[in-house]
Structures are given as structure tokens and as C-alpha cells.
């Protein structure tokens, strides 16, 4: 089993900067890609931003230049650091993973709890 644990939502005023951090623990042999997604009430996820292990990062138009994904294989971690927030911004962050077990080998997807990121002023 593998469990993500996401940490860094609150809330912030229009124009500032959260960092949120993604770390995955368990049987893990691999991370392929891990990334972003996020909900705001009575709308579908989306996703926000998304790394690979070579590096190749993906971002939703609504954030380009403002949101950037980096990844610490080390630590088997992954961060949004989060600039000029908006209130669209506002929604529940979710952590997403794609790891190798370490087990079978097998891919599989995981999901984190969601952390709430809110802007308001």
C-alpha cells in the first residue's frame, strides 16, 4: 500500500503564494508521474499540474506562469508552489501519484486527502 500526504493549504489573500507538499511512503518501487488536481465546489476536477520522473511537466492553462510543480525523487515528493493566487484558485488540492509497487510491480494510482486552498480577501 501506498499513502500520500499532503500538507501546505490555508488561507490567502488575493495576490499571495502558498506551497503545498505531496509526500508518498509505502511499497514503492517506483514513482512514474505525480501531480495536481484540484476541485472547487459543484465543479469536476481538474487537473492543475503534473511531473514526470524524466521531468516533463504539464501545466492547466489557468495557471501557466503563475503555479510551478517541481519533484524530490529522494524524498519521494512532490510540491506546487502556488504565486499570484486568485479566487478561482479556491478549491481542495489533491495529490495524485503513479507508482510501481515494490510488490508486483504492478502501476498503480494513488490519491492523497485533499487540502483546501482558499483565496479571499
Known amino acids: 500500500q501506498v499513502q500520500l500526504v499532503e500538507s501546505g493549504g490555508g488561507l490567502v489573500q488575493p495576490g499571495g503564494s502558498l506551497r503545498l507538499s505531496c509526500a508518498a511512503s509505502g511499497t514503492i518501487f517506483r514513482i512514474n508521474a505525480m501531480g495536481w488536481y484540484r476541485q472547487a465546489p459543484g465543479k469536476q476536477r481538474e487537473l492543475v499540474a503534473v511531473i514526470t520522473d524524466g521531468y516533463m511537466i504539464n501545466y492547466a492553462d489557468s495557471v501557466k506562469g503563475r503555479f510551478t510543480i517541481s519533484r524530490d525523487n529522494a524524498k519521494n515528493t512532490v510540491y506546487l508552489q502556488m504565486n499570484s493566487l486568485q479566487p478561482e484558485d479556491t478549491a481542495v488540492y489533491y495529490c495524485?501519484?503513479?507508482?510501481?509497487?515494490?510488490?508486483?510491480?504492478?502501476?498503480?494510482?494513488?490519491w492523497g486527502q485533499g487540502t483546501q486552498v482558499a483565496v479571499s480577501s
Open positions: 495524485y501519484a503513479n507508482v510501481v509497487s515494490r510488490t508486483d510491480r504492478g502501476r498503480h494510482a494513488y
